[in-house]
């Protein structure tokens, strides 16, 4: 796989906002209408699709709104992992060499509240869920929990990434929060996991996206702008990583697929974190933006802190993170989160991220989704 | 740990978690032959080396407090089957234990103050009451309460 690059012709997006009377999948249908237009082309000349959905249905029967052309349609479904996992799907299908011209497209429509897991599809006991364990946030406040004690990290710091992220959705016309929510009500929102409040959470949301990709060497024929997938890396938990829904942990530390996946996709590119110069991590909650941000090598564990502090993961500081606000701006759309994240490194790359737009020059960017129980993608994007 | 009269029974929320009836219950888990990891609940494969052979061990009834957090709002139901309301729900603790036989487990805990939960403490296996069933009995669990309290 390694130096097979593919490219990114188009994309295309339906607000991440909540919406009534649109289903989570005409949302998909419109954001993968607006990828083809831009990338010009149409439907009919599309070989191949790849759809991720949680909640919004089958996305291969999304045929019947784009048109019934028999090309192979495949469905994906790895949690918050989906769009991540999709558009892997997409890069080894093209490299395969099987087709050129594809289209990636993820979507949800989520009901409001807490995700309900049946741990039963699982393979846990229903004890679990019935004595109220199979609560995800507990996961996060457990794992963030640990982290700040071992690491030095402080619940300012949370705190200002939450901060962060709403100030950068608010100048972002596609996110779902469109408010810029104060330092003091994020510190003061409700309780959910300890130390995990409302504001420091996301929710489930609705939205989409959709890629349109090709081959590297048939780029320029559709656009001047392509960005190139310099690597896409799939990978889940090993035994002694510690996850979501584990009603038992060993003792000996693992990397968690996070690691794995972000060291993998340097390797494909050939390139190091400190190459990188804007990235997307996975904000489930803020907790995890940091976590994440050592998981995937930018910078060591602890090194946060003084990042954080001095600003340097803001849009104007040497590292920006999550410069369209995330998911906790966005809301959480299973389906389509991952691959929201490649949408704004395109932005960023293309120059067309306007007010957003990063002030330094930016030719390479990195992107990192996870998902339970244990799944991680990372990418590197270049122009 | 008595149980109740002859009417009404303490019945475990899940047969093969714990020892029950017991005046000494222990969580049951299970250890590999080949590799010796410990899981639970008791599993039928390792997780670790794959291997098919494990037998079921009793987990002791003492160990520290590796990570926690505290439940805040009352969980969406299904799954959860607890009798309080959203309205007369009281946040609790849970965490992962670590136990000497080389094993984390996740739990409930007593505790549900975090100005009085701390990293490392010394934690202590009780098993007490989750609901009660449409009969009176009452569904017992297991939770890790501070040592000393």
Redesign the interface.
């Known amino acids: 796989m390694a130096g097979r690059d593919i490219a990114i012709i188009g994309i295309g997006i339906h607000p991440f906002g909540r919406v009534e009377g649109q289903t989570g999948m005409e949302q998909g249908v419109v954001a993968a209408r607006r990828a083809m237009a831009d990338a010009g082309v149409t439907w009919d000349k599309i070989q191949f699709a790849f759809g991720g959905s949680l909640d919004g249905g089958s996305p291969d029967t999304m045929v019947r709104f784009l048109g019934l052309t028999g090309i192979p349609f495949t469905n994906v479904v790895n949690a918050c992992a989906t769009g991540g996992s999709a558009l892997f799907g997409a890069y080894t299908t093209i490299n395969s060499g099987a087709w050129d011209l594809g289209i990636v497209i993820g979507f949800d429509k989520h009901p409001r509240?807490?995700f309900?897991?049946?741990?039963t599809r699982q393979g846990i006991?229903?004890?679990y869920?019935?004595?109220?364990?199979?609560?995800n946030p507990?996961f996060f406040?457990?794992?963030i929990?640990?982290y700040m004690?071992d690491y030095g990290i402080s619940l300012d710091t949370l705190v200002k990434v939450a901060v962060k992220n709403f100030k950068n959705g608010a100048m972002n016309p596609n996110a779902w929060r469109k408010r810029a929510l104060t330092y003091e009500e994020i510190a003061n929102s409700?309780?959910?996991?300890?130390?995990?409040r409302q504001y420091m959470i996301c929710s489930p949301g609705q939205g989409a996206i959709a890629l349109v990709v090709c081959s590297a060497k048939e780029a320029r024929k559709y656009t001047t702008k392509p960005i190139y997938l310099r690597a896409d890396a799939f990978r889940t938990r090993r035994?002694?990583s510690f996850e979501v829904l584990?009603?038992?942990?060993?003792?000996r530390f693992t990397p968690g697929p996070t690691v794995e996946a972000a060291k993998a996709a340097f390797e494909m590119a050939g390139i190091g974190p400190e190459d990188i110069d804007i990235a997307q991590l996975q904000d489930t909650e803020v907790g995890a933006e940091v976590m994440h941000m050592a998981e995937t090598g930018l910078c060591k564990h602890g090194e946060q802190e003084a990042l954080i502090q001095a600003g340097e993961t803001e849009i104007n500081g040497k590292l920006p993170v999550n410069t369209d606000g995330g998911i906790m701006a966005s809301g959480e759309p299973v389906g389509a989160s991952g691959l929201r994240q490649i949408y704004e490194i395109c932005l960023q790359l293309r120059g067309d991220a306007g007010q957003r737009q990063v002030p330094k020059p930016v030719k390479t960017g990195f992107t990192q989704v996870y998902g339970a129980p244990g799944v991680s993608c990372c990418t590197v994007l270049a122009k | 740990m008595t149980a109740k009269g002859p009417q009404k029974k303490q019945f475990p929320?899940?047969e093969g978690?714990f020892t029950w009836p017991s005046d000494h219950p222990q969580l049951i888990?299970s250890k590999c032959k080949k590799c010796g990891?410990?899981?639970?609940?008791a599993q039928k494969g390792c997780?670790?080396c794959t291997g098919a052979e494990v037998e079921n061990i009793l987990l002791s009834t003492r160990g520290t407090l590796?990570?926690?957090?505290?439940?805040?709002?009352r969980?969406?139901s299904?799954?959860?089957?607890?009798p309080d309301t959203p309205d007369n729900f009281v946040?609790?603790g849970?965490?992962?234990v670590?136990l000497p036989e080389?094993?984390?487990?996740?739990s409930?805990l007593t505790e549900n103050n975090?100005a009085k939960l701390k990293?490392g403490m010394e934690m202590e296996l009780v098993i007490e009451k989750?609901k009660e069933d449409k009969d009176g009995n009452e569904l017992m669990?297991f939770a890790f309460k501070p040592v000393g309290k």
């Open positions: 509240g807490a309900a897991v049946d741990v006991g229903s004890w869920g019935e004595t109220g364990l199979a609560i507990q406040g457990m794992k929990n640990k004690h409700q309780m959910v996991c300890y130390p995990l035994f002694g584990s009603p038992s942990q060993p003792l | 929320i899940q978690l888990g990891e410990v899981a639970f609940p997780p670790a590796w990570t926690w957090t505290i439940q805040a709002f969980p969406p299904p799954p959860y089957t607890g946040p609790y849970l965490g992962y670590e080389g094993v984390r487990v996740e409930r975090p990293f989750f669990t």
